[in-house]
């Protein structure tokens, strides 16, 4: 059983909607499949939901309950089943139910299998019973507890009344004000009187009115407070004030934050428009572009004459360098700094380069798609007119550029001392500017080694020594004179003139907690950095391959010899199967498990991790090792994770690997965390170099690594996988001796999941019809027309959607529409593959689509069979393949 997570925690709300205080009957009563799917749900359970029961049918029961973490993700979903599954197995639990359109409340749920097979569930949800008085409970618990602080000022009967939340919104104990309105009199802003309760709109008003208004009151402690203030004024027929009722909520934070957004935007419009700094701000994903006046008068523009647009942007950088676009332009330029200082060239109005300092920051997605840009420059000194003074940047415009960055900057001179620091420097290392000022860099950008806590090299003095520039080494973390050193992320580089000489250094730094990446994002950059170790050995055998397939048909094609095309044909299956294999790998898991051989797995695993290596790996299964049921391509991150630690332990690169797998029945307690029964044991063993007694006990934890380069989730990332399978691991390390990983998968109760093989192709038989095919590269189109009609197809060829729709609409409208379409995934440029369909499926339900793609992904196959194409064709793909599907097809 998979460990539970922290995730089911309820989300505890202040209120309870009317639904459960009123009540539905003893509950509600809902049939869920296997997987957690609603198959029924009663009425008591539609009412309860807010829900018609077609609304309910086909969802998730987990994603009823408002939960502290949620995702609609499928792998997180089936998660929370389990773990609900699992929680709910001897006892009720209490979760937090979330109707269509009212606030959580507590229920109690009960979930009981039923002896059906294949299996169902009946979740029972029990509403609570309703409290004696809850309306008075509610207001009770708002007054004390909740973040309004009420007040009743009853002016004809003399009643003042505050509540103690009022009160200690001012920093007061509820007995250390009077209720008199004298108070609230003595306690505002005297420039803020305008607004007392009895002071807003008398002059012919009668009943109840409503206001809102926002003035400052006096804290306990000497300040003044901003304060939201609603309510209702009740007036008398003769105008007369009788009564103010309302609430107060603390506004100093939204105050402070709208005053330094003017005090900022102040400052950069000061800057951009009259510095000569000029600014940009650069929103490719918005579509939304700003050059500052300052920036088009450093290109010889008058603010009219250049518009904020994109089209500018591309007039103001050089041509030569912008062929393939902006984004691209700027994701060319240091490619591993989110933030960098350069010298770079822009383009003046009279088609003349000017050299200018940039200071820029950049947004980038986790899939590396440039999401916006931000910066400066500032023009080089170059010759002026004679009597002409210099221009200079004013120090002040730069100290207030510098504050506004989010990562800490540090400025030496060419020995390597300080010059100056931003605000964000002095926080991360816990000094100020006037402290550092003219100190040694090195000393006060101080870095020691992780592991040893021996000091490292100083940053700039590299980067002033060797003209190159710097990068974090994992290896090292910061010292700021805390009882830790402190993780950081950072580039360096020397600041060099006009003759190329260095005149100082430059430090842009910041701490990685404060990066955005979410774990879930951090895990996929994990399986992402494998993949980039493995690239190596893949290239090597696709090169392998490519020279049996290259070989064959040269020999075809030169001497007219076709016995090595066979080779050549079992090559390139061979390759198709790699790919697939690493798609399958950097996709990730799926959340759907099969039966499986650990023999299987283990030599695929074996065969991408191990690729292009010149470490032995012999692998050995025992005779009668029974089945797992896993998510296969997990798994595979599993054990090539482990493959690829052990390569990476030879130090040599020289030595062996013994992958074993066999049987152990487990006793109690003799594997911590694993009931006792039978489970299939794999051991990665290596002679390699061994894991210090210090680290051993470590190595499991995130962001852990001894690694130059490591991220330290790798194995994280495998023992959390193991685990979900319900599994555990162990490790065995001697320095200079070797590693031993052991997991521990449960046996499964079912035989492997046998796939009917493919009919050879020489079994396809022809039938005669009219195909679409539609695909943006000419050598696929042609080549597919020939195979097309050696199987006796007629077919017309389409480069994108549109000129596809075009076709089918002329053959649909006398009457003869194609007899299936074959359509490309991605076209570029132009509709692909899904949005053509949707176009076709419009003008003729009846449409027989095809969706062919590189991606051999079963997922993919089936949400393209779900959304209705009746075919996916895997590239490459051969003539029996392709008159396969057709013949399937067009007989459906």
């Avoid at 994002?521 to 055998?541: K, P, V």
Wanted: glycine share 10%; with cysteine.
């Amino acid at each position: 059983m998979a460990r539970r997570p922290h995730t089911l925690t309820p989300v505890h709300h202040p209120s309870t909607p009317s639904v459960a205080r009123t009540g539905h009957g003893p509950g509600a009563v809902l049939v869920l499949a296997a997987d957690g799917r609603i198959e029924l749900a009663s009425a008591s359970a539609c009412a309860i939901w807010q829900a018609k029961p077609e609304e309910l049918a086909g969802d998730y029961f987990p994603q009823l309950f408002d939960f502290d973490v949620t995702s609609r993700e499928s792998r997180w979903v089936q998660a929370q089943w389990e773990v609900l599954l699992a929680a709910t197995a001897d006892r009720p639990i209490t979760l937090k139910l979330q109707p269509k359109e009212a606030a959580a409340y507590d229920v109690t749920v009960r979930i009981e299998k039923s002896g059906e097979t294949p299996a169902r569930y009946l979740a029972f949800i029990s509403l609570p019973l309703p409290p004696a008085d809850p309306a008075d409970h509610f207001l009770t618990q708002l007054n004390d507890r909740g973040p309004l602080g009420f007040f009743d000022l009853n002016f004809q009967r003399q009643e003042i009344y505050y509540s103690p939340m009022w009160k200690r919104l001012l920093g007061y104990a509820d007995t250390d004000l009077p209720n008199t309105y004298e108070t609230w009199l003595n306690l505002i802003h005297p420039d803020d009187s305008s607004a007392a309760p009895d002071r807003q709109g008398r002059a012919g008003s009668t009943g109840l009115r409503p206001f809102s208004h926002e003035f400052r009151m006096k804290h306990a402690h000497g300040h003044y407070v901003w304060l939201q203030c609603v309510g209702l004024q009740q007036h008398g027929p003769n105008g007369s004030l009788q009564r103010v009722i309302g609430a107060h909520l603390d506004a100093s934070d939204r105050k402070d934050f709208e005053e330094s957004g003017l005090r900022a935007e102040e400052r950069l419009t000061q800057l951009g428009d009259r510095g000569r700094a000029g600014l940009f701000d650069l929103d490719f994903a918005a579509g939304l572009y700003w050059l500052s006046p300052g920036f088009k008068a450093l290109l010889g523009y008058a603010d009219g004459e250049l518009p904020d647009t994109l089209e500018s942007v591309l007039r103001s950088l050089p041509m030569d360098e912008t062929l393939g676009g902006a984004p691209a332009y700027f994701l060319a330029q240091h490619p591993d700094q989110v933030s960098y200082f350069d010298v770079i060239r822009l383009r003046h109005r009279e088609d003349r380069d000017v050299l200018v300092h940039a200071g820029i920051v950049r947004q980038i997605s986790r899939k590396r798609e440039l999401q916006r840009v931000l910066g400066f420059v500032v023009p080089l000194p170059g010759p002026r007119p004679a009597g002409e003074a210099e221009p200079t940047l004013p120090l002040g415009h730069l100290t207030v550029l510098l504050a506004e960055l989010q990562e800490g900057v540090l400025f030496t001179d060419a020995t390597g001392h300080v010059l100056h620091l931003n605000a964000k420097a002095e926080r991360l290392l816990g000094r100020t500017l006037a402290q550092c000022l003219g100190q040694e860099s090195g000393e006060i950008f101080r870095l020691v080694h992780r592991q040893s806590g021996e000091p490292g090299e100083s940053p700039v003095h590299k980067a002033l020594t060797t003209g190159e520039p710097v990068t974090l080494n994992a290896e090292f973390a910061l010292d700021t004179g805390a009882a830790a050193p402190r993780p950081i992320a950072f580039s360096a580089r020397a600041v060099i003139d006009a003759a190329g000489v260095p005149v100082g250094g430059v430090i842009v730094f910041r701490d990685p907690a404060e990066m955005s990446l979410t774990p879930e994002e951090l895990l996929r950059a994990n399986r992402f950095d494998s993949l980039g170790q493995l690239a190596g050995g893949i290239a090597h055998d696709f090169n392998n391959l490519l020279t049996t397939i290259l070989g064959g048909v040269s020999l075809a094609k030169e001497n007219h010899d076709y016995t090595a095309l066979e080779n050549s044909e079992r090559a390139c299956l061979a390759a198709k199967a790699l790919s697939k294999q690493l798609l399958t790998y950097s996709k990730g898991g799926t959340a759907v498990r099969q039966v499986v051989k650990p023999a299987d797995v283990l030599a695929d695993s074996l065969r991408l991790a191990a690729a292009g290596s010149t470490v032995k790996v012999e692998l050995a299964v025992a005779p009668g090792t029974g089945t797992i049921c896993v998510d296969r391509a997990q798994i595979l991150q599993v054990f090539q994770n482990l493959v690829i630690n052990a390569i990476q332990a030879m130090p040599t690169g020289q030595g062996q690997i013994w992958v074993t797998a066999a049987n152990v029945a487990l006793a109690e307690a003799e594997v911590p965390a694993l009931a006792p029964g039978v489970y299939v044991k794999v051991e990665v063993r290596d002679n390699g170099s061994g894991i210090k007694p210090e680290h051993l006990e470590r190595i499991f934890d995130p962001f852990f690594t001894t690694k130059k380069s490591g991220t330290g989730l790798g194995l994280a990332t495998v023992l959390s996988i193991v685990k979900r399978h319900g599994g555990q691991m162990g490790v065995d390390s001697e320095l200079g001796v070797g590693t031993a990983f052991s997991v521990f998968l449960p046996v499964a109760d079912a035989p492997e999941e046998v796939v009917a093989r493919r009919a050879p192709a020489f079994n396809v038989a022809t039938r005669t019809g009219r195909i679409l095919f539609m695909d943006d590269d000419p050598q696929i189109s042609e080549l597919t027309r020939g195979m097309l009609e050696s199987l006796e197809y007629k077919c017309d060829l389409a480069s994108h959607g549109a000129e596809a729709v075009q076709l089918y609409k002329r053959y649909l409208n006398i009457g003869r529409p194609y007899d299936a379409v074959i359509m490309d995934l991605t076209i570029i440029g132009g509709m692909g593959g899904e949005q053509t369909f949707k176009l076709l499926r419009e003008m003729h339900p009846e449409v027989r689509a095809i969706i062919a793609s590189g991606y051999d992904n079963d997922d993919m196959a089936r949400q393209y069979r779900d959304m209705g194409f009746l075919g996916y064709l895997t590239k490459p793909y051969r003539v029996g393949d392709l008159g396969r599907i057709l013949k399937i097809v067009l007989g459906s």
